[in-house]
T-cell receptor, first 110, second 112 residues
Framework: GESVGLHLPTLSVQEGDNSIINCAYS??????FIWYKQESGKGPQFIID?????DKRQGQRVTVLLNKTVKHLSLQIAATQPGDSAVYFC?????????FGTGTRLQVTL | DADVTQTPRNRITKTGKRIMLECSQT?????MYWYRQDPGLGLRLIYY???????NKGEISDGYSVSRQAQAKFSLSLESAIPNQTALYFC???????????FGDGTRLSIL
């Protein structure tokens, strides 16, 4: 089975509800942030990004919020679907290096 | 992402063996990266390359080496594999510093 994320925090959400996944980043000099989705047996897949000169960015069913004051990033998924079940990672880029958070497992219940 | 291809997808080998993991990309990106993923630790950077003549150590380079044979190819070697190198290994590419990295589907490596 999938060995990724055996000890990850887990968020359980009912199908149709909104999901909010949070991430605290460490480097105040980071100027670019990305959310990735990783499904079992696959590599991380780009979802949405945001630059440090923005507070909010919206995509299709997803919104990323950036609070630089408290170094916090969140990913909001509207109307969560079973296909959204995966591990979600935030990542920060500083000096050309991408640093990943440990991830959150999203479980969508029917 | 089919544009970034990793081979093999799975490998089981013994302690002390030399292992090479291959990565090729059709995205035309200059930048390539190797990461390792362990349970509960996210992805950690092993090596990265910004062009064919550029190789840089990442966070956890000890026990690994890399070769950038061409813009499209970046291989990772374990000269003498040890059990704590058992992990998922991912290759990634990017176009520029402030662009997202695109990942392959990984190699699951088990060292007995």
């Amino acid at each position: 089975g999938e060995s990724v994320g055996l000890h990850l925090p887990t968020l359980s959400v009912q199908e149709g509800d909104n999901s909010i996944i949070n991430c605290a980043y460490s480097n105040s000099a980071s100027d670019y942030f990305i959310w990735y989705k990783q499904e079992s047996g696959k590599g991380p897949q780009f979802i949405i990004d945001i630059r440090s000169n923005m507070d909010k960015r919206q995509g299709q069913r997803v919104t990323v919020l950036l609070n630089k004051t408290v170094k916090h990033l969140s990913l909001q998924i509207a109307a969560t679907q079973p296909g959204d079940s995966a591990v979600y990672f935030c990542a920060e880029i500083s000096w050309s290096k991408l640093t990943f958070g440990t991830g959150t497992r999203l479980q969508v219940t029917l | 992402d089919a544009d970034v291809t990793q081979t093999p997808r799975n490998r089981i080998t013994k302690t002390g063996k030399r292992i090479m993991l291959e990565c090729s990309q059709t995205k035309g990106h200059d930048r390539m990266y190797w990461y390792r993923q362990d349970p509960g630790l996210g992805l950690r950077l092993i090596y990265y390359s910004f062009d064919v003549k550029d190789i840089n150590k990442g966070e956890i380079s000890d026990g690994y080496s890399v070769s950038r044979q061409a813009q499209a190819k970046f291989s990772l070697s374990l000269e003498s594999a040890i059990p704590n190198q058992t992990a998922l290994y991912f290759c990634a590419t990017s176009d520029k510093e402030d662009q997202p990295q695109h990942f392959g589907d990984g190699t699951r490596l088990s060292i007995l």
